[in-house]
């Protein structure tokens, strides 16, 4: 049976969501971070050198990456999906499979290099050290956050804001692939970007996708979407 290696609280949330849409059988394998350094333990290196998470096993076969790992179950059992998510991959050719290509490489290629970053140095500050250079990382953090990396976040959201105001998922009028490759980047983009009030398509967007009771079935379980900075 296909085994899902889960990292709480991680980009693995949409595989098991993805999953559960296709009504595919798998297993749970449950990795806590470490409470001290959040990272994940070193026995996910058993089953992947990168020691990351997702990873999904599925007899000899070993997939990392979300975005692989999304195209593969699709290729494997996407035939067996409901008439819902036929359009899982759009044709190609087409715009929808450009959109579609476009927004599985976006997510990771661009959008979540920025919100890592915002959790990282919005982290730094509030970790141990001298009394003396707390001020300094401080002053240091909210400078790069001012003048890199909040324009940056901003321009995403409002990228993302303007597509999903002409389009009810991002390959257009159907859930494809894409969906579930940006849905990890959507959660963190509203939580660390300011006022959710200011991007309401991308709320909505999050609403529906909260709403289907395979996104909730995955929730249960697999735990929270993201952890706190």
């Known amino acids: 049976m296909l085994t899902v290696h889960h990292l709480e609280t991680s980009r693995s949330q949409r595989i098991l969501w993805l999953l559960e849409e296709l009504a595919v059988p798998y297993d749970i394998r449950l ?3 470490d409470p001290v350094s959040r990272l994940a333990p070193a026995a996910l290196k058993r089953i992947h ?3 990351k998470s997702p990873v999904v096993t599925d007899g000899d076969t070993v997939v990392a990456e979300s975005g692989a790992i999304i195209e593969y179950l699709v290729e494997r059992f996407g035939a067996q999906a409901p008439t819902e998510l036929a359009d ?56 790069v956050q001012q003048k890199l990396i909040h324009p940056n976040v901003q321009t995403a959201l ?5 597509h999903l105001a002409q389009h009810p998922w991002f390959a257009g009028g159907h859930l494809t692939m894409a969906d579930f490759q940006m849905s990890f980047a959507v959660e963190a983009a509203l939580a660390r970007g300011g006022k959710q009030a200011a ?12 709403a289907r009771p395979a996104y909730q079935r995955a929730l249960d379980k697999g735990g929270p979407v993201l952890m706190q900075a």
């Open 31 to 33: 990795y806590r971070r």
């Open 49 to 51: 050198p990168l020691g």
């Open 88 to 143: 899982l991959e759009p044709a190609r050719g087409t715009p929808e499979h450009r959109e579609c290509r476009f927004w599985m490489h976006y997510a990771e290629g661009s959008l979540m290099n920025w919100l890592v970053m915002k959790l990282v140095f919005d982290t730094v500050p509030r970790q141990p050290m001298p009394f003396f250079v707390r001020p300094i990382a401080r002053a240091l953090c909210g400078k």
């Open 158 to 162: 409002a990228f993302m804001e303007a």
């Open 199 to 210: 991007w309401p398509h991308l709320v909505a967007y999050r609403q529906r996708i909260q």
